[in-house]
Structure formats: structure tokens, C-alpha cells
């Protein structure tokens, strides 16, 4: 079959000048939505670094705490330059750390030792989710500790 002059091709109209709000309030449902998924993911996670951090610490105030001849002071330089590798001033963890038993300093050798570091989440953390939303509360206490044998 030849085609004629006169038989044109079909041609398809697009509207451009209306378009309909569907995309813009899909976006409206599932924006939220994503927000709170990607904050809350930052604030656990943030969460986690410190309670590393914190455990870290507590394990090299252990450290220092098990050799013979330890004092408190030792333990907390420990803690502290531990912190301060990681970030974390002073002021944002409890100082000094809970050393058990009492008389650790002095205590024979095989007695086991337990530092303990701590803070709060409103002190160390950044609160990024209401506490409604899923977020983590002011008051969360975050704790690392360690246990270790004290030396001869």
C-alpha cells in the first residue's frame, strides 16, 4: 500500500501547561518520613561512637589501674587522654572514673579491677529526633566499663 499526500502520520499531543500535584504531595507523605529515618539513623549512631568511646576509655583506665604501684591519678590520665583522642572534652563524661573494689591500689594480685566511665545524652550527645519521635532522651545514661585481673 503506497501512502498518499493527504494521509498523515499520528501525532501525539502532551500538555505541558497542566500538570497534575501528585509528585508534590507523594513528597509531602514521604519527606518526613525519610527525615526522621536519616536523623534518627545519625543519633543512634552517634550514640554508638560515644559508648565505643567510653569503653575504650574504661578499658585503658583498667589498664592502668591493674600494674603494681597505680594510683587514681594514673587511672584518670588514662581516661582522659583516652576521651581526648576521641573527641570529647572534660566536662563530657564523669570524672573521675568508678574504680571497685575501694582499696584497689593496694589489693594483691589476681583481684580483679573494674573502671567504669559514664555520661548522660544530654551532656555527650546531640539531640537531633524529639524524644517522641523516636529520639533518645536527655537522661540516657551511656556507660563503659572494664574488668581486668591487677597484676603481681
Not at 563530657?92 to 573494689?101: D, F, G, H, S, V
Not at 544530654?122 to 529520639?135: C, D, K, N, R
Request: aromatic share 6%; proline share 5%.
Amino acid at each position: 500500500m503506497q501512502q498518499t499526500k493527504t494521509d498523515k502520520p499520528a501525532v501525539r499531543r502532551v500538555r505541558f501547561g497542566r500538570r497534575s500535584g501528585n509528585a508534590v504531595l507523594d513528597m509531602a507523605f514521604v519527606l518526613p518520613i525519610l527525615l526522621m529515618l536519616t536523623f534518627g539513623a545519625v543519633e543512634y549512631g552517634y550514640a554508638l561512637f560515644i559508648k565505643h568511646s567510653l569503653q575504650a576509655a574504661a578499658r585503658e583506665g583498667a589498664r592502668a589501674a591493674i600494674v603494681a604501684g597505680a594510683t587514681a591519678a594514673d587511672v584518670q590520665k588514662a581516661v582522659d587522654d583516652s576521651m581526648l583522642a576521641c573527641g570529647f572534652a572534660q566536662t563530657e563524661y564523669t570524672r573521675p572514673p568508678t574504680i571497685i573494689p575501694a582499696g584497689w591500689a593496694t589489693s594483691s594480685a589476681g583481684t580483679t579491677i573494674t573502671v567504669t566511665v559514664q555520661t548522660t545524652w544530654a551532656t555527650a550527645g546531640i539531640s537531633l529526633l524529639p524524644t517522641a519521635m523516636g529520639g533518645i532522651g536527655p537522661t540516657k545514661q551511656l556507660t563503659g566499663a572494664t574488668t581486668m585481673r591487677k597484676e603481681g
